[in-house]
Structures are given as structure tokens and as C-alpha cells.
Nanobody, 123 residues
Framework: VQLQASGGGLVQAGGSLRLSCVASGRTSSADVMGWFRQAPGKEREFVASLNWNGKQFYADSVKGRFTISRDATKTMGYLQMSSLKPDDTAVYYC??????????????????WGQGTLVTVSS
């Protein structure tokens, strides 16, 4: 399984970006999908997760501002980010976990990771 994240860039505070993640290889439409991020000098942290039946789970820091989704084929995943803040600056990673599971925040629950896309929010 390979994941490719894209859509990062430079945006002003208050702006929006949509990240995309395409999956290829032996993927399952029932895989849990997740987004994580790593800010400079910090550990990677959970952002959002979506499971096979549409249940979503968000970090408190992004709740109400970010929306995770996937397309009907389940090979494309998205992270719509709005009301961006400088604290959202990070490399964003998409990941896929085990099928038929709940949305989860633990990185150990994810088996496959993309290479990351950089989001920079200027003040």
C-alpha cells in the first residue's frame, strides 16, 4: 500500500486549504483513514480520523475547523482545513489503519503512511 499526500502550501491566517491523499496497492474500502501532523521541533500528533461507516474523530485543537472525508471509491481521502492558524503550521501526513475498526488517534493503529505535505500558515 502506498499513500501520496498533496495540497499543502502557504496560506494566511484565517484561510483554507484542502489536503488530498491517494491510496494505491492492496487497500480496502473499509480501512480507517487518518491525518496527523508534525510541527517543527515537536512530535507527530493526531489530527483526524474517519472509519468505514463515516464516523469521525478529531483532535480538540482542530474540532470545528477541519473536516475529514473520503470519496466514494475510498481510495481518495481529504482534509478540509478552514480558519487556519499559525499553530497549524506543520507537515501533514495521511495514514491508513486496519479495516472495520473505529476512528482512532493512536499512531500504532495505522499501518501505512504517506510522505507528508507541508502546510505553512502565516500571521
Amino acid at each position: 500500500v502506498q499513500l501520496q499526500a498533496s495540497g499543502g502550501g502557504l496560506v494566511q491566517a484565517g484561510g483554507s486549504l484542502r489536503l488530498s491523499c491517494v491510496a494505491s496497492g492492496r487497500t480496502s474500502s473499509a480501512d480507517v483513514m487518518g491525518w496527523f501532523r508534525q510541527a517543527p521541533g515537536k512530535e507527530r500528533e493526531f489530527v483526524a480520523s474517519l472509519n468505514w461507516n463515516g464516523k469521525q474523530f478529531y483532535a480538540d485543537s482542530v474540532k470545528g475547523r477541519f473536516t475529514i472525508s473520503r470519496d466514494a471509491t475510498k481510495t481518495m481521502g481529504y482534509l478540509q482545513m478552514s480558519s487556519l492558524k499559525p499553530d497549524d503550521t506543520a507537515v501533514y501526513y495521511c495514514a491508513r489503519g486496519r479495516p472495520w475498526g473505529p476512528p482512532v488517534s493512536a499512531q500504532s493503529e495505522y499501518n501505512y503512511w504517506g510522505q507528508g505535505t507541508l502546510v505553512t500558515v502565516s500571521s
